[in-house]
């Protein structure tokens, strides 16, 4: 138990004088602003807005910078700011086939409607570094090759293998969605509080949990069937008006795998779904989000229960949120003087009752 | 205002652009657009920052869920002459929600339809621009991959 203490006013002030001395550093390099953050660090920026759970890639940028660049840090930050702010409302759900895609690609098929685009990606590079980029000062790099736009819509391809029934639909019930943010997380928890989970929870937790499905803990047989990076528009009713205004524009990373499934008690033998969606640019978050979305439908699609961890819903759902875990996890190195005095106490004690009961034995 | 042909956007339509504007070039194109400054007006409510729940759907097609909150700053107007201007907007900027209210309220009276061409169309056409070029580029990445045939299967 963490219990108050009282003092250390003047050490707190100077730690937290250093610390800002330290988030500047030296003097002699220039800072760096919010904008060359937003810029240059969008992919920080981006994992700092999805699991932070709030699309301001300003806000975002600023979090980096107070955080020194500690995205567990930056997340808090933002959280924190979040619960400061008051919610008008929530949009229509985004429509992803509507996506500007600047990112579309699909592991499942080679030619498919709307073409297969690489979009800025990291793939195909040698991962060697570019000692260029150390030098500074540089000509801005040459303007990337442009063509004329492929065609604006791009069907999902999971809508294709929906034709003919061989993947398991994905149908509007109309359901209403439950909100871990208004109300606490109850299990077994819905598929849409799953994801809601999932699209917040830390990058690298979720990362390791698809991976050990990979690797045989409750495994899927995933495919990518479609990955695609882009922006689209937001919609929200207007209460005073009673009608929708597209408001915003955000970038989404969407993953859907297609998933290998030989039928089982309940359901007839065709492929199933994982779903990854997540605010920004984030494509190793989706596509994991969506390996462990479909390891935990193994209920409903009457899987059997392998004991996997990816599976166990309770353990993935309760661990996976970085400021709930850094929360719990730090707050043991605040002072728990009071507890390890009753502590070191009780080992006292039963050292003593040990000696006695070894002399008397004697 | 000059008299001009037959509004080119509905209201939903100009909202959406007056929102989705960049707060500086909101700015910049209605000072060329309304060089008077802007109307005369009362608040009703705001401009207030907070935030709006964004929806998904499982498999993008299936039930809704929450996928996370963007930030949003709403405002509501009337103008001397009565009109009423709502906006909500995209980010944190109590000015862009301003502005976005009182040319919602202004563009409700056909006194000042001039401004869909000399404000909502260049809006209009920067969002396509930048949109366009974006796909431009999205476009000269389009890849064809081939398979090969495997050595044990010749």
Known sequence: MYVAVKGGERAIDAAHAWLAEERRGDLSVAEMSIAQIRNQLRLAVNRVMAEGSLFDPDLAALAIKQSRGDLIEAVFLIRAYRTTLPRFGATQPIDTAQMACIRRISATFKDLPGGQILGPTFDYTHRLLDFKLAAEGQLPPQAAPTAPPVRASMPHVTGLLDQDDLIQPEVDAGLAPPDLTRSPMELPAARALRLQALARGDEGFVLSMAYSTQRGYGRTHAFVGELRIGMVRVSMEIPELGFAVEIGEIEVTECETVNQFKGSKTEPPQFTRGYGLTLGQNERKSIAMSLVDRALRWRELGEDWSGAPA???????????????????????????????????MVRKLRAEARAYKEAAE | MQASPAPLFDRPAWMGLLSRAAPQMLAERLALALPEGLADHSLLRGP???????????????????????????????LATGEVGHAVVQGRSAEQARRAAVVDALLQNPLHAGLHSSLLAPLAEAEATAARGRAEKAAATQVEFFTLMRGEDA
Do not use: W
Request: glycine share 10%; charged share 25%.
């Open chain 2, 48 to 78: 207030e920052v907070g935030s709006v729940m964004v929806q998904g759907r499982m498999g993008g097609t299936g039930d809704a869920f929450h996928l996370g909150e963007m930030t949003v700053t709403r405002c509501s107007v009337r």
């Open chain 1, 311 to 345: 599976q166990d819903e309770e353990f993935v759902l309760m661990h996976a949120d970085n400021v709930q875990a850094t929360g719990f996890l730090e707050h043991i190195k605040l002072p728990h003087y009071v507890d390890f005095q009753s502590e070191l106490e």
